[in-house]
């Protein structure tokens, strides 16, 4: 009879060791604490948005520091001052910004996109968005987008997740190997 414990601990064992090892031998922060380059990121995004929400705001000011803070996170990224998860999810938070606000009168964008803002507004709050809201956006508000209101949730949402991340890369080889240390307990490893 096969000892599936002996199974799972050949298996997990060299696969936990390598990644603890690959997590904490080599695993450096890509953003050190006297680096704020992520959180200056989010920060200007939040300013950029919030003059643009506010009454007089300019729309196409807000278009002109998408591409700025894009191209800014594109060199920070080559830099490695900021890691690859940040910049991803960064660059798809610039891109729902920018869809929000992108002017179709004729309502031309609406029907390519309207699905990945529902998904990212889902994603980021947990809530699906009513549809007919979202319509009543599209076809009565100048067609522009979904507009930054129905986004302005999960847009926050996206930004405290992305600074808890900042805040958290240095832990993370800690997190991981503690995980890494309940599961070898758990399948009958080294205690």
């Known amino acids: 009879m096969i000892d599936m414990r002996k199974i799972i601990r050949i298996v997990v064992h060299p696969l936990a060791g390598i990644l603890a090892l690959a997590v904490i031998g080599g695993a450096e922060p890509f953003q050190t604490p006297a680096d704020r380059t992520g959180f200056d990121l989010l920060d200007r995004l939040v300013v ?17 520091d998408i591409v700025v803070l894009a191209r800014e996170l594109r060199s920070a ?6 890691d690859d998860l940040f910049a991803v999810r960064y660059s798809r938070l610039l891109s729902a910004v920018r869809q929000a606000m992108t002017q179709d009168p004729e309502v031309l964008y609406w029907p390519m996109y309207r699905f990945r803002m529902i998904e990212f ?3 980021r709050t947990g809530q699906i968005p009513d ?13 522009s987008g979904v507009g ?12 405290v997740s992305l600074h ?9 080889p800690e997190i991981l190997k503690s995980y890494l240390e309940k599961s070898m307990k758990f399948v009958g490893g080294p205690k």
């Open 48 to 64: 950029a948005v919030v003059r643009t929400a506010a009454p007089g705001g300019e729309p196409s000011q807000l278009d002109r």
């Open 77 to 82: 990224r080559e830099a490695k001052k900021v």
């Open 121 to 123: 507004i889902e994603e």
């Open 131 to 143: 549809w007919d809201d979202l319509v009543f956006m599209v076809n009565d508000h100048g067609g």
């Open 148 to 159: 930054l209101g129905a986004i302005s949730d999960a847009l926050m949402a996206e930004v």
């Open 164 to 172: 808890i991340h900042l805040e958290n890369q240095a832990r993370r």
